[in-house]
């Protein structure tokens, strides 16, 4: 198993709201995929998270929270990806959040599992959209996010999230010239090898979510198809 997260190519996003059947869930595990990724925006219960970190652990394959809201945190997990979302108006959601999370966690939190994403949402239709209260950033306000997220902030981790849609694969490439060390996930509307391929000839890591709970076969075809790649 691959527990270096900057040679990821491909990620499953899981959502605890979600049912999934024990063998679409087998399947996925066992897909090849780097990791699966446990989050969601609404109705994150600690119910939902421990389900389904006790389902996928039936497999090897690495397993990572993304942390929505504190009453969903376990310990048990390979990596916590922890959101400061960039665009959104509110400071709250890029700093008061985390701020308060760590002054109550500090001494028991392992960085080494750690990975703080500057999160730039970019599809209004979102949830996460609406309940980070973000704006809507023109291009180059994106590709100076990025930018801040590698040279302000040092952050790992830089994620284009479209959730929900399929985004715009030139602004990944622009977004990816501005980026040496941070890696750039990009995740939003993946339902075929195709888009998986568009995408990730851009982005270091795509991320496919909902279509695991609309069409698995599709969603299934796309670890091959990054895999395949160069
Ligand atoms: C108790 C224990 C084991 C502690 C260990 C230590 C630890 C892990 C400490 C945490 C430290 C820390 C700094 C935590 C951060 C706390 C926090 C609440 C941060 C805020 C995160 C945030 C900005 C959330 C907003 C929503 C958001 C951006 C979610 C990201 C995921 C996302 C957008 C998923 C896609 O949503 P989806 O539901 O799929 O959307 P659709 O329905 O539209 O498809
Ligand atoms: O659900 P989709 O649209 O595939 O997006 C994946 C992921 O970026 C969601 O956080
Ligand atoms: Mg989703």
Not at 91 to 120: P, R, S, T
Not at 152 to 167: K, R
Request: hydrophobic letters at 40%.
């Amino acid at each position: 198993m691959n527990y270096t997260l900057n040679t990821w190519k491909h990620l499953f996003k899981l959502d605890p709201a979600k049912e999934i059947s024990d063998e679409h869930l087998d399947m996925i595990c066992e897909s090849g995929t780097d990791a699966v990724i446990v989050g969601g925006t609404d109705n994150v219960t600690l119910d939902g998270v421990l389900d389904l970190l006790s389902r996928v652990r039936r497999h090897t394959v690495p397993c990572a929270l993304e942390i929505s809201n504190m009453d969903a945190v376990t310990p048990g997990f390979d990596f916590y990806f922890i959101p400061m979302v960039v665009n959104s108006t509110e400071k709250k959601w890029m700093m008061d959040l985390q701020h308060q999370a760590i002054k109550e966690y500090k001494d028991i939190m392992d960085w080494n599992e750690m990975f703080v994403e500057g999160y730039c949402i970019l599809n209004q239709e979102a949830k996460a959209f609406t309940k980070t209260n973000c704006e809507m950033p023109d291009e180059d306000d994106v590709t100076a996010y990025a930018y801040m997220a590698e040279r302000v902030f040092h952050l790992p981790i830089f994620y284009m999230e479209y959730s929900g849609t399929y985004g715009d694969p030139s602004l990944v490439k622009k977004v990816k010239e501005q980026l040496s060390n941070t890696k750039l996930f990009y995740g939003g509307g993946i339902e075929n090898s195709f888009q998986a391929r568009e995408m990730k000839e851009h982005a270091d890591t795509i991320i496919v979510g909902n279509s695991i709970y609309t069409d698995i076969k599709k969603a299934l075809k796309t670890v091959k198809a990054v895999n395949d790649m160069d």
